[in-house]
C-alpha cells in the first residue's frame, strides 16, 4: 500500500540524512522534522482518518515502528556527536598546569580601615584595649549617661535617627565607654571604634554615615597632663616625629575641662598655607577630663578617681593624611580611586 512506501521512504531519508549531521543541534533539527508536531510521520497519524477503518490499525502500528526505529538511530548518533563534541571542548579548554598564570589584581584596605588599623596599633602599644558596642543604642547610654539629658539643648549638635523614642543609631562611639563604666571599676583603659550617625546632609565635609574612635581612661591620680602626653604620642605615632599638638578650650556635655586638639599641619609642617589656613595647625579631634557627674552616675567615685577621653573622626584623619578632597569619594567605591592605596 501506498502508506506503507512512504514510511519505508521516511525511514531512509531519516538514516541517510543523520549521516549528515555533524552537532547535536543538527540532531535535534532531524528530530523536530521528522516527530514533531508538524513532522513527516505525524502528518501520516493525522492522514489515517481518511482511510476505512479496518486499515488504520495497521498502519497505526507501522508508524509507531517507524518512531521508535527514527528515535534509535537518533539516540546512537547522538551518543557518537555528544562524544566527540565533549573531546573537543576538553582539548579546546585544556589548562597547562606547569604553566605560569598572570598575577591577579590585588585588593587593597580602605583608606578608613587603614587609619584604624593604624590608630588601634599605636593606642594598643600604649596600653589601650579595643571595645566595641552596638550600633543601635539605648538612649540612656547614647546621652542620659554621658551628662546629656532629655530636652538639653546640648542634644541638638547631634540629633540623630530614632527608631523608637528611646532608641537611637548611636551618635558616637562614648555609648561603649558608658557601658564599660556601669559594668567595670577602675582602672580603665579601652579604645571604641565604629560607626556611628547624624542626621547630615552629605557634602564635601559630611556625611550621615561616618566613623569613630574615643578613648577614655579611668584611674586614681589621672589629670590633663596624661591627656597631653597621650595625645602627643599619639600624633607622633601617625604623621611623624616633628608634630606638636595644641589644645584650645571648648565644651562638651562629658567632659569638665574640655579641649579641641589641633596638630601640627602635615602639609606646611607648621609654616603655614592653604591648608591650615596660614595658622600652622590644624583641627584633629576633641577631649577633656571626664565630668565627674558621669562618673558619678556610671558608679564610680568621682571622689577617688578621674580620667580623661577623646575622640575623633576617622574619615577626618584619612582626607588629613592621604590628601583627599571630598569625603564623599570614601563611601562611592570607585576602584579608580580605592586602588591608589593598595
Known sequence: MQEQETIMQIIQEARESLMRAATTGDLETLRVHFQGRKGRLTQLLR??????????PALGAMINEARENISTMIEAHGALLRQREQTARL??????????????RAGGL???SLVLRDLVETFTGMGFEVV??????????????LNLPKNHPSRDAQDTFYIEDNIVLRTHTSPVQARVMTTQQPPIRIICPGRTFRADEADATHSPNFHQMEGLIVDKGIAMADLKGTLDAFARSLFGDGTATRFRPSYFPFTEPSAEVDVTCMVCHGAGCRICKGT????????????????EVCGIDPSAYSGFAFGMGLE??????????????LYEGDVRFLSQFR
Open 280 to 295: 600652622g595647625w590644624i583641627e584633629m579631634l576633641g577631649s577633656g577630663m571626664v565630668n565627674p557627674k558621669v562618673l
Open 47 to 56: 492522514a489515517m482518518g481518511q482511510l476505512p477503518p479496518e486499515e488504520r
Open 132 to 145: 566595641e558596642g552596638p550600633e543601635v543604642e539605648l538612649d540612656s547610654y547614647n546621652f542620659e549617661l
Open 91 to 104: 582539548a579546546q579548554e585544556a589548562i597547562d598546569v606547569t604553566e605560569p598564570r598572570p598575577a591577579g
Open 110 to 112: 580602605h583608606p578608613i
Open 316 to 329: 577626618r584623619i584619612a582626607i588629613l593624611k592621604y590628601g583627599i578632597n571630598d569625603m564623599r569619594l
